[in-house]
């Protein structure tokens, strides 16, 4: 196994697999916290719309998913801010009408064949430079926004009505999460395709939450735990010749269920 | 001039009016207790002063300013803290959110405002705890240290809204007694449907069902509260007590309403 490090696409792999994991862990904690997971799993599938668009515009899929997903995550922030008992249903719309969409622009896109199998459950051995940069960037920013405003996103996370009352801009952080979770969903599709995109922003949350006494710490953990669980995916993923995105869900599905197990033992002794 | 100067507001949600012509000044040494049935526009009222809806018609002031450009003068104790329990947030943290974001590092939190907060925790006895999960807590630990997050910014009000509704009975007279001590040195509003403890310590009492009407407790009727206490009147007796006294007070001149003690 060692020899395939000294390929190139594997070399990017493993970065863009770090990258991610560290990026998804960060986000995947605010998604839990703030009780968006659905909404995450509606901007990931309705950014296949964006993919379909790029596709058929013959732009950049990367550009394509960013501007959908970021335009369907502004759209839920405006619909659920004033009718918040209905963020579900607004979820449920967007889920499916982003997918749809894609698919008839891919439809309509001629001459096209491409394997779009690959969106929905990932390929990350197929991770250009340019999608490295676009995944270092986003993790530099997303880093740089929790230094900064550390404060205010644990204040609007834990307790939105009480932040709005000490002059906190919460419908400006609760945008800015939901942007950059849909940034991050994004570069994970590269690595585990939409459709799996859930699993790896919430199984590590899952277990660092357990472990951890603050957000900070629990970003930090997530981002690990993720790191663990796509490189040993990558790897069992090589070396059995089995698909990268849903060898490493199963992989941290099987960590999460030994972590439970560990947990109830310790509980009982 | 009061701490808080309300006068003549009226508020109604779409079409149906909540709050109807409530005047009410409250000093600076007061501990206000906010009775009255659910649906009677308490919460409204809370609302009102603490900026976050503002008055159809009439005025607020606090310390002769509007409440949302006086949010540091105000300590807010929000109903029901027992939410997000799961939430991985050491006490401490809680605790800074209620500094109000003006003078403050580029990272993280100053060291004053961690002293600070430290201080705060250390006013309601839970300085020990600073870095426990908060879901670790109990209800009553969790009410002090919500206690806390409001004093933290130094305000020369405490707003509470029913601040002992999911804590058992030995908990509650732990939290009315650190009001007590509190209100030597800060103004203090409470609503609460718990109207034995609320008379106990409470000073005034302002009943709002749709329109207000003032009390002041004498130390006389506490001590017959307290009394009464003994035997167990239910809630709707005292109530009914109260209910049958405020009218009463209202049929006497509006201005006679407030007697100073």
């Known amino acids: ?269 | 001039m009061g701490v808080i100067d309300v006068a003549h507001v009226s508020f109604a949600y779409e079409k149906d009016l909540v709050l109807d012509n409530i005047s009410l000044t409250v000093e600076k040494e007061d501990f206000l207790a906010i009775i009255g049935p659910n649906g009677g526009g308490k919460s409204t009222f809370l609302k009102l002063m603490l900026g976050i809806l503002k008055p159809n018609k009439g005025t607020i002031r606090v310390l002769g300013k509007e409440p949302s450009k006086n949010l540091s003068s105000i300590g807010y104790v929000p109903q029901n803290t027992n939410v997000n329990t799961d939430f991985p947030i050491k006490v401490i943290e809680v605790v800074m959110m209620g500094h109000v974001g003006s003078k403050r590092p580029l990272f993280g939190y100053a060291k004053e405002e961690i002293a600070c907060a430290m201080g705060a925790l250390a006013q309601v006895g839970m300085e020990a705890y600073a870095d426990h999960k908060i879901g670790s807590l109990s209800g009553g630990q969790r009410q002090r240290v919500m206690i806390a997050r409001a004093l933290c910014a130094h305000p020369s009000i405490l707003i509470l809204d029913e601040p002992t509704a999911s804590i058992d009975v030995a908990g509650q007279r732990d939290i009315y007694e650190l009001l007590k001590a509190l209100s030597r040195s800060v103004t203090i509003i409470v609503v609460s449907h718990d109207i034995a403890v609320i008379l106990e310590y409470a000073n005034k009492a302002a009943h709002i069902n749709k329109t207000l009407s003032y009390h002041d407790i004498p130390n006389k009727e506490k001590s017959f509260l307290s009394h009464i206490r003994g035997q167990h009147f239910c809630e709707v007796e005292l109530l009914q007590m109260l209910g049958s006294k405020r009218s009463r007070d209202t049929s006497e001149p509006k201005n006679q309403w407030r007697t100073t003690p």
């Not at chain 1, 759209?75 to 008992?85: A, M, N």
Request: proline share 1%; aromatic share 10%.
């Open chain 1, 1 to 269: 196994m060692i020899e395939a490090l000294s390929y190139g696409f594997i070399q990017h792999a493993l970065i863009a697999g770090v990258l991610v994991s560290l990026a998804s862990g960060i986000i995947g904690s605010l998604i839990v916290v703030n009780r968006m997971v659905f909404l995450a799993g509606g901007i990931a599938h309705a950014s296949y719309g964006g993919i379909g668009m790029a596709v058929f515009l013959g732009l950049p899929i990367f550009l394509g998913a960013s501007f959908f997903a970021v335009a369907a995550a502004l759209l839920v922030s405006v619909l659920t801010l004033k009718k918040r008992e209905r963020t579900d249903t607004f979820i449920g719309l967007i889920w499916a009408v982003g997918m749809a969409i894609g698919v008839l622009l891919v439809d309509i896109t001629p001459g096209y064949n491409v394997d779009m199998m690959s969106y929905l459950f990932g390929s990350i051995l197929a991770v250009s430079s340019e999608d490295l940069y676009f995944m270092g960037v986003l993790l530099g920013v997303i880093v740089a926004v929790m230094l900064f405003w550390y404060r205010d996103i644990l204040a609007v996370s834990y307790d939105s009505e009480y932040a709005a009352l000490r002059g906190v801009n919460v419908r400006l952080f609760y945008t800015l999460i939901l942007i950059l979770s849909a940034l991050t969903v994004v570069i994970a599709i590269k690595v585990v395709g939409l459709i799996l995109v859930i699993a790896m922003l919430t199984i590590p949350v899952y277990i660092a939450e357990k472990c951890s006494h603050s957000l900070a710490q629990m970003m930090l953990y997530s981002g690990l735990i993720a790191t663990l669980f796509t490189l040993t995916g990558l790897a069992v993923s090589y070396t059995y010749n089995l698909t990268s995105g849903a060898s490493i869900i199963v992989i941290s599905a099987l960590g999460l269920g030994l972590f439970m197990l560990i947990d109830k033992v310790k509980r009982m002794v």
